[in-house]
């Protein structure tokens, strides 16, 4: 689905079927460097159980145009404007990493509309390396590499995702560099700076007025567990669920136990 | 802090794809002759037709072997997702099948396998899919063939039967310029002595029955998918590929490039072409190319260095003509072999001894160690006189025309002691002379 927000042209996956705004709502939002398709399985799931679904494509990620936007107080306004022009009047928001830190921000500046927040592979404060900070502006094949392989935490996921034959690894390195090949602009450095620079997380989770979820890889070597910790003191009713065997791609390295973690979350938050 | 790295080649061959069973803990790859799997209830079972879950229903689909091999060659390849079919001949139809129907062009190289060349010339134009076959060392042929309706360009490797070198980085920017994929038949060199997608191609398959199986055991194919090629800016720009970029009937209206970015190509072929052609590999088969992956570097260094020690010894024997192996300074791909193909070029090559039909065939019946069959990729070393077999009807004149003499021989060198098959070549050279 396609709308203009801000001006620009704004996609969003709808999961294979049509979006119904008096539905339930679950909007899913990708993490740096990637776009919709890391939540293919879990997005068709919900549309075909009840949900209303946008898997966004931020803004010069994927499908969506403009440049890739600075911050993550930006991207929230942003979403809340994407909210608003697809007639959402609330809804339940999961983000992965950088959109994790996105959905916490955007519940915190409209509570009236958020009804939950499930924060996959998260951590606060989401600082990046120096070192991968660099390679971001300056060798960004080099980055890609360095995420893809600390975000996996083997050699072989089953099931694969999205399916038997696909190889993950391959699969998130390729798609990283589909994103580099669709912006000039410098999308993963400009999305690993606003990581890095947010401050606002301890805020946001302070004013955060809906249940929340922290959904978390044992192995992740990107946001490690203990990562989680600040932001978990602060919502000490949240709901932490720790995923074995798996690193900071959850999504495709265990996609039927992030699945039915959130379709719980969400079926209850939604009610 | 040192950048993290990739796990290498071999690490790759014997783990990618593969976890211990969870069932059993067998480290081994189970065959999972099984045709179906169970559903945990009927939600489990429509989420699995849906695609909103992975898994298994039906192994004409998909099968916990096969995945496995599937996913080893992706990774082996660096791709993004691979397909097992029943034969080489079944990835290629799989991978022309899935972007190409009644109306629509093929750009071929017409140095191929002769099953390719068949398949292409005149099967597929049954169906109404029309191939042009040029030159492949010709890039302005490459250039000026290219329709409208044109939907992939298409070439092996290593052609057949000189081991045409295909530049596949200058064809791939061809391609790509006007929008289209390139698909590579990688068969002769696998992907420990090429891989063809670091250097832009988008397609590639392979017959397993060869090299990557390495045996001569099982009869199968492999269709790997780069995830290199954009499909929906091919799409936005010239229309070509609505297979993969519009609403397909057959799976309840899934738009293949919208459920995912880069393999929307693999989709689509599983989801149709699987489902629909039902050219499935055996699971059993996969399990015996998975054994022949796990050795495919030691093999392929063994077979190189014993078709060095054999090129060397032809091209100083005095009963040959001539031999045709790019790493001889004559091969007109002499540079881009030295550029595309440092660890060799691979084990199959032709070479002319000198005499006529009769020659070649007390050539091929003196000789022991290597057997006459119409096969290569063995890890026995095979031999097959085309003059006497599969061109036996052709004329003289016909057969030069397609660079093929009365004493041309094709050798697929395969593992043994390199001295026992000089000896052997030695026998049957001294045969083919008698009478001369």
Request: with cysteine; proline share 5%.
């Amino acid at each position: 689905m396609e709308q203009l927000v801000n001006g620009y042209r704004a996609y969003a996956y709808i999961g294979g079927k049509s979006f119904d705004a008096a539905l339930p709502t679950a909007v899913f939002i990708h993490g740096a460097q990637n776009d919709h398709s890391v939540w293919a399985l879990q997005t068709r799931y919900f549309a075909h159980h009840g949900f209303s679904v946008l898997a966004v494509d931020l803004p010069g990620h994927g499908r969506s145009e403009g440049e890739p936007l600075e911050s993550v107080e930006a991207l929230a306004d942003w979403l809340r404007a994407l909210l608003d022009v697809a007639g959402v009047r609330t809804t339940i928001l999961i983000g992965h990493s950088m959109g994790s830190l996105i959905a916490l921000e955007t519940a915190a500046r409209a509570p009236e509309k958020i009804k939950g927040v499930a924060l996959v592979g998260t951590a606060y404060p989401m600082k990046v390396s120096s070192a991968l900070l660099e390679a971001a502006r300056d060798h960004e094949q080099r980055a890609i590499d360095m995420v893809n392989i600390w975000s996996h935490s083997g050699i072989a996921q089953k099931p694969s995702a999205p399916g038997p034959g696909f190889y993950v690894q391959g699969g998130s390195r390729r798609l990283m560099q589909h994103i580099s090949r669709g912006n000039p602009a410098k999308v993963f450095y400009t999305d690993f700076s606003a990581c890095n620079a947010y401050e606002g997380g301890e805020a946001a989770a302070a004013a955060l007025q809906c249940p929340a979820i922290f959904v978390l890889g044992k192995k992740d070597m990107m946001t490690p567990m203990k990562a989680a910790g600040s932001l978990i003191s602060k919502l000490p009713a949240a709901e932490v669920v720790q995923i074995d065997a798996c690193g900071h791609a959850l999504m495709a390295e265990q996609p039927d136990q992030v699945l039915d973690t959130l379709f719980r979350f969400t079926c209850a938050s939604a009610k | 802090m040192s950048d993290p790295r990739y796990p290498g080649f071999d690490t790759l061959s014997l783990h990618a794809g593969s976890t211990p069973d969870p069932a059993t803990g067998a480290r081994a790859t189970p065959i999972y002759l099984s045709t179906s799997f169970v559903f945990r209830d009927s939600d489990h079972a429509a989420s699995l037709f849906n695609m909103e879950r992975s898994g298994h229903v039906y192994s004409r689909i998909s099968n916990p072997t096969n995945a496995v091999l599937e996913e080893r060659i992706a990774a082996l390849e660096g791709g993004v997702a691979g397909i097992a079919v029943a034969s080489g001949q079944a990835a290629l139809h799989l991978g022309l099948a899935t972007i190409a129907g009644a109306g629509s062009h093929v750009l071929a190289s017409r140095a191929l396998y002769g099953g390719s060349q068949n398949l292409l010339g005149y099967t597929m134009k049954r169906f109404g899919i029309e191939t042009t076959f040029i030159n492949p060392r010709d890039m302005n042929a490459w250039r000026s063939n290219i329709r409208p309706n044109t939907k992939v360009l298409f070439a092996e490797t290593l052609g057949n039967p000189g081991l045409d070198v295909l530049d596949i980085d200058t064809v791939a920017a061809i391609a790509h310029k006007h929008h289209l994929p390139l698909m590579v038949d990688s068969t002769f060199t696998t992907p420990y002595l090429l891989r063809p997608f670091d250097h832009g191609a988008d397609l590639v398959f392979h017959s397993a029955t060869k090299f990557l199986c390495g045996h001569g055991t099982a009869v199968g194919g492999l269709l790997v998918d780069g995830g290199t090629f954009d499909w929906q800016a091919a799409y936005d720009k010239t229309g070509r590929f609505a297979e993969l970029c519009e609403p397909y009937d057959g799976f309840h209206g899934m738009v293949f490039a919208e459920e995912s970015t880069v393999a929307p190509f693999s989709l689509r072929a599983r989801r149709e072409g699987l489902r629909d052609f039902g050219a499935v590999m055996s699971p059993h088969n996969a399990f015996t190319i998975l054994q022949g992956i796990e050795t495919l570097s030691l093999r392929m260094d063994r077979h190189v260095s014993n078709t060095r020690r054999i090129v060397e010894f032809l091209v100083a024997h005095p009963a040959v003509e001539s031999v045709s192996y790019p790493e001889l300074p004559e091969h007109p791909d002499y540079q881009l072999a030295q550029k595309l193909l440092p660890r060799g070029c691979g084990a199959v090559f032709s070479f002319t001894l000198k005499g006529d039909r009769a020659a070649g065939r007390r050539f091929v019946e003196s000789l022991s160690v290597f057997s006459h069959l119409a096969n290569v990729g063995d890890a026995k070393s095979l031999v097959i006189h085309p003059a006497s077999t599969t061109h036996f009807r052709v004329p003289t004149e016909q057969l030069e025309a397609s660079g093929i003499r009365e004493g041309t021989m094709r050798l697929s060198v395969g593992l043994e002691d390199a001295d026992d098959l000089i000896e052997d070549l030695k026998r049957g050279l001294k045969a083919s002379q008698k009478g001369a």
